[in-house]
């Protein structure tokens, strides 16, 4: 095979349209009774990045760790606080407990207004959205 024949076809495969039309989850309600809160301690892009903030099955000091908490979190509103750890809903609806010093309310540094709105998606897992 000539070189210039590879580079054609190379050409023609990188550069052919892709079409895709699978829509992934979406938004669908709005959740009351929910809060979107943050992590305390999030890397600002400084320095080496924290370790990642553990989630429990239950509030008690002895629980076992139940998996590893997003940037975002759900949490009741009002907050629930047991033995210093907060209630949080996870994305498949079941729920875990961090450290309550893990947590700070939600913001965006560079959108004071932004607000964070808990939501059901169409898969019916629950996530944020904001605005």
């Known amino acids: 095979m000539k070189l210039s024949s590879f580079l054609t076809g190379a050409a023609l495969a990188i550069t052919a349209p892709v079409i895709v039309s699978a829509q992934g989850p979406y938004p669908v309600r709005t959740v009351p009774g929910y809060q979107c809160m943050t992590l305390a301690h999030v890397w600002n892009g400084v320095g080496p990045m924290p370790p990642p903030v553990p989630e429990f099955a239950g509030p008690e000091k002895t629980a076992p760790r139940a998996g590893i908490a997003m940037a975002t979190v759900i949490v009741d509103s009002p ?38 709105r808990v939501v059901q998606m169409s898969n019916g897992s629950f996530g944020t959205t904001s605005n």
């Open 79 to 116: 907050a629930r606080v047991a033995d210093g750890r907060t209630r949080v809903l996870r994305p498949n609806g079941q729920v875990a407990w961090i450290d309550s010093s893990e947590l700070a309310p939600w913001h965006v540094v560079s959108n004071p207004n932004a607000r964070c």
